[in-house]
T-cell receptor, first 115, second 113 residues
Framework: GENVEQHPSTLSVQEGDSAVIKCTYS??????FPWYKQELGKRPQLIID?????GEKKDQRIAVTLNKTAKHFSLHITETQPEDSAVYFC??????????????FGKGTKLSVIP | SQTIHQWPATLVQPVGSPLSLECTVE??????LYWYRQAAGRGLQLLFY??????ISSEVPQNLSASRPQDRQFILSSKKLLLSDSGFYLC????????????FGPGTRLLVL
C-alpha cells in the first residue's frame, strides 16, 4: 500500500518568514495530493491540492509543488502570520479495490509562527 | 451545498461500556464515507470506509465496527470500550471518482476512563 513520509515534525518560524513542509510517497500510481490544516481541537480543513499532471499550484500565500519522478511534494507558505500556526498534513490518494479512493496521510507538521 | 454532521461532540465513557457515534451527510447522494481516529497529538488513522449502503471495509483489526444503514448515514460502534479507544473520531466524505477530495466532519472527542 501507499506510504507517506512528512518532514519536519515541528517547525518554528518568525512572522513574515517562509515555511516549507516536505512529503514523499511510495506508490507511483498516486495522482492526487491534498494538504490539510488542523487547528487545535478542530477538524482538518483542505487548504490546497494538486494533481499529478501539474507541477505547481498557488493560492495567495500558499503554494504546492510536485515532483512526480522523485515522488515528493512540498507545501510552501510565504509571509507567515500567527494564524498560520497549526498542524499541517499531507496526503496521497490511491484507488482501493472496493471502488473508493483512500487518502494516506503523513504524520503531520506542527507549525508555530512566532510574532 | 454539502454538510457533514457528527454527534455527539464529546463523550466520556467507562471502560467496558458500549459506543455509538453517528455521522450524516447532507446535500449529496451516494457519497463515499470514512471513519478516522486521531490519538492526542498524532496523525489520522483510517478505521473504516464505505462505498454504499451495507458495504463496509475495515483497515485495521480492532475493537470497533461500522455500519451504513442509509445512504448518508455512517455509524461507528463498539460493544465494550477499551482505554486505548480514547481519541478524536472524524468522519469524512467524498463524492467518489473522479473527485478524491475528502471533507471532514467536526469530530467526536471520546475519553474512556
Amino acid at each position: 500500500g501507499e506510504n507517506v513520509e512528512q518532514h519536519p515534525s515541528t517547525l518554528s518560524v518568525q512572522e513574515g518568514d517562509s515555511a516549507v513542509i516536505k512529503c514523499t510517497y511510495s506508490d507511483s500510481a498516486s495522482n492526487y495530493f491534498p494538504w490539510y490544516k488542523q487547528e487545535l481541537g478542530k477538524r482538518p480543513q483542505l487548504i490546497i491540492d494538486i494533481r499529478s499532471n501539474v507541477g505547481e499550484k498557488k493560492d495567495q500565500r500558499i503554494a504546492v509543488t510536485l515532483n512526480k519522478t522523485a515522488k515528493h511534494f512540498s507545501l510552501h507558505i510565504t509571509e507567515t502570520q500567527p494564524e498560520d500556526s497549526a498542524v499541517y498534513f499531507c496526503a496521497a490518494s490511491s484507488h482501493s479495490g472496493a471502488g473508493s479512493y483512500q487518502l494516506t496521510f503523513g504524520k503531520g507538521t506542527k507549525l508555530s509562527v512566532i510574532p | 451545498s454539502q454538510t457533514i454532521h457528527q454527534w455527539p461532540a464529546t463523550l466520556v465513557q467507562p471502560v467496558g461500556s458500549p459506543l455509538s457515534l453517528e455521522c450524516t451527510v447532507e446535500g449529496t447522494s451516494n457519497p463515499n464515507l470514512y471513519w478516522y481516529r486521531q490519538a492526542a497529538g498524532r496523525g489520522l488513522q483510517l478505521l473504516f470506509y464505505s462505498v454504499g449502503i451495507g458495504q463496509i471495509s475495515s483497515e485495521v483489526p480492532q475493537n470497533l465496527s461500522a455500519s451504513r444503514p442509509q445512504d448518508r448515514q455512517f455509524i461507528l460502534s463498539s460493544k465494550k470500550l477499551l482505554l486505548s479507544d480514547s481519541g478524536f473520531y472524524l468522519c469524512a466524505w467524498n463524492s467518489g471518482f473522479p473527485k478524491e477530495t475528502q471533507y471532514f466532519g467536526p469530530g467526536t472527542r471520546l475519553l474512556v476512563l
